[in-house]
T-cell receptor, first 114, second 109 residues
């Protein structure tokens, strides 16, 4: 079945450590997105990519980095510069960048600090 | 920018109808999405309205009035599994989705 796969489901990070969250889609979607959600809050956009080898910062990009070397993959690295990384991270994709294209989400990764 | 206003929480009984209202202010209108998010899970797409009027999709319907900056999501024949947050999501002028905390719907037996 086509879909978006995020891994791992749960991730623990030590202080000062970088960690990478995986996001893979087999929907042949051009656009991919990373969001962060804190308890009781709405989703906030970290980074997005409309095409391979290109990406843009969202509203809260500081302390995060991404790459888009393949259409199917959009990994997110949470760096040690991100001082409060504990959150629910969601990856999404859409078939194009037209405004009427809905975004479809993976199941998310929960990141916690040890 | 976008301002989104929807109730924080609504409670209804199984089998009933609930209407979740949303008012929004946006610098340029680009349609409006509704998403459902169960606790601890990812949001799932419910509907997209770009024209005025009601769009029905099974037990869920979504209404839009662009001139009033108003939308509602109507949930009919409520089931326990409908207990979730419902997110009114207008795209900004760049097409980026603006998510608020949504409306928590609690369905009771």
């Amino acid at each position: 079945d086509g879909g978006i796969t995020q891994s791992p489901k749960y991730l623990f990070r030590k202080e000062g450590q970088n960690v990478t969250l995986s996001c893979e889609q087999n929907l042949n979607h051009d656009a991919m997105y990373w969001y962060r959600q804190d308890p009781g809050q709405g989703l906030r956009l970290i980074y997005y990519s409309q095409i391979v080898n290109d990406f843009q910062k969202g509203d809260i990009a500081e302390g995060y980095s991404v790459s888009r070397e393949k259409k199917e993959s959009f990994p997110l690295t949470v760096t040690s510069a991100q001082k409060n990384p504990t959150a629910f991270y969601l990856c999404a994709s859409s078939s194009g960048t037209a405004i009427n294209q809905p975004q479809h989400f993976g199941d998310g990764t929960r990141l916690s600090i040890l | 920018g976008q301002n989104i206003d929807q109730p924080t929480e609504m409670t209804a009984t199984e089998g009933a109808i609930v209407q979740i209202n949303c008012t929004y202010q946006t610098s340029g209108f680009n349609g409006l999405f509704w998403y459902q998010q169960h606790a601890g899970e990812a949001p799932t797409f419910l509907s997209y309205n770009v024209l005025d009027g009601l769009e029905e999709k099974g037990r869920f319907s979504s209404f839009l009035s662009r001139s009033k900056g108003y939308s509602y999501l109507l949930l009919k024949e409520l089931q326990m599994k409908d207990s979730a947050s419902y997110l009114c999501v207008p795209p900004d002028s760049w097409g980026k989705l603006q998510f608020g905390a949504g409306t928590q719907v609690v369905v009771t037996p």
